[in-house]
């Protein structure tokens, strides 16, 4: 599977979802307008094990055009009474198609009424704000409160592509669910629906909690091991790139990389990938991952945590997921293909997306799980 050239492009492709309700017939939820739908496999850059020189593979791929682009420029539209540039206009009109989950809020309770929300929440640009050192990704003291004032009413899980351990230390709330490694490592409740899958065991946390553990990727540990322990030490003469290990896949950030060396880190990567047909590689906001070839997403972490939950195929749940970079795009999916909820795409700029909302930024994320609550608590008691 090939990076698309334009699969990134702030033109928006108007391809039409399969289904003209954006909720659903059984949802009774109103119709809503088209948004641009993508399919999720155009936004994964995969490198298969092809054969051609090197410089060749990473240009014909489009790796250097996605790893220039794959941060957004964070543009705001003109609220002062300037003229508008003409990324303004277009973020205004990317809006239209992606509507604010702020300024839509109203609406969303409406389909929200009398159904039983669930939340899921990357956490990258989601919760916390993109920064340098990924290991100073840290969310705000006023963000954690919100996380765990919507959690006191609705199941909140964390999805996130960062080891689960890193990323429950950053957000510290025990209260939640986590999935971490692009969900292949789940932390879920105790139920017996999902008791019987494969890789799922029951374990006691550290608060004595009883959880179910669900590691589809277990048999690729020493493989990732190992591929973590080469992609340290190929890139440890490239100043500014960081290989994190985040158990079941694997994180080079070049964030911090001068933009000149991006295409020596592509090559060195895309090489090494050679060796380990069973691995492959996609693209986030300036790092690459190295994940098990696996019929295994955020979207298939959402729909185990709903089985889990007792909500599958549920006429009376709605889940909600906020994210921000490609990876969420397999859960937005997941849940405009199924007819039971619906993504929202934290971004500054536009971009397509199977999401049906947005929101800006993570102080925006924060104004909307604040807003959460607030109708929560402003609402009957059996919400
Ligand atoms: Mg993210």
């Known amino acids: 599977m090939e990076l698309e050239r334009n699969h990134n492009a702030s033109v928006l492709n108007d391809a039409s979802p399969k289904n003209s309700s954006r909720l659903g017939p059984h949802s009774g939820l109103p119709k809503y307008p088209t948004s641009a739908a993508v399919s999720s496999s155009s936004l994964l850059l995969t490198i298969p094990g092809k054969k051609t020189g090197l410089l060749d593979d990473v240009r014909s791929t489009g790796w250097l055009d996605a790893m220039k682009s ?15 540039t003409e990324n303004d206009i277009a973020y205004r009109n990317w809006m239209l198609k992606y509507p604010s989950a702020l300024a839509s809020f109203g609406k969303l309770t409406s389909y929200a009424k009398d ?22 990704a840290y969310m705000s003291n006023n963000m954690r409160l919100a996380v765990q004032n919507v959690a006191k009413y609705f199941p909140t899980a964390i999805i996130s592509g960062r080891s689960r351990d890193k990323v429950l230390e950053f957000v510290g709330l025990t209260e939640l669910y986590y999935a971490g490694s692009h969900g292949m490592d789940i932390m879920g409740p105790v139920s017996p629906s999902t008791n019987t899958h494969e890789n799922c065991v029951r374990s006691t946390e550290k608060q004595g909690k009883e959880v179910k553990l669900y590691q589809p990727a277990s048999e690729f540990l020493p493989m990732i091991d190992e591929i973590y322990r080469s992609l340290v030490e190929i890139t440890k003469e490239i100043e500014g790139s960081t290989v994190e290990n985040n158990r079941f896949c694997v994180s080079v950030h070049y964030r911090n990389v001068e933009e000149k060396s991006w295409t020596t880190i592509a090559e060195l990567v895309h090489d090494i990938m050679k060796n380990y047909p069973r691995l492959r590689l996609t693209h986030g906001r300036k790092v690459l991952e190295v994940r098990p070839v696996l019929d295994w997403d955020k979207g298939k972490a959402c729909e185990f945590l709903l089985k889990s939950l007792g909500y599958s195929n549920s006429d009376n749940v709605l889940p909600i997921y906020v994210g921000d970079d490609r ?44 807003l959460v609550a607030m109708w929560k608590e402003s609402s009957a008691p059996q919400l």
């Open 70 to 84: 794959s941060s957004p420029t964070h543009m705001f539209p003109n609220d002062s009474g300037t003229e508008l």
């Open 115 to 136: 159904k039983k929300v669930v939340l899921f929440l990357d956490y990258d640009g989601t919760l916390s704000p993109i920064v340098d050192n990924p290991d100073e």
């Open 327 to 370: 990876t969420d795009e397999d859960a937005f999916k997941v849940l405009r293909d199924g007819n039971q909820g619906f993504g929202i795409l934290v971004s500054s700029a536009p971009k397509a997306s199977n999401a049906f909302y947005s929101l800006r930024d993570p102080s925006e994320v924060l104004e909307f799980l604040k």
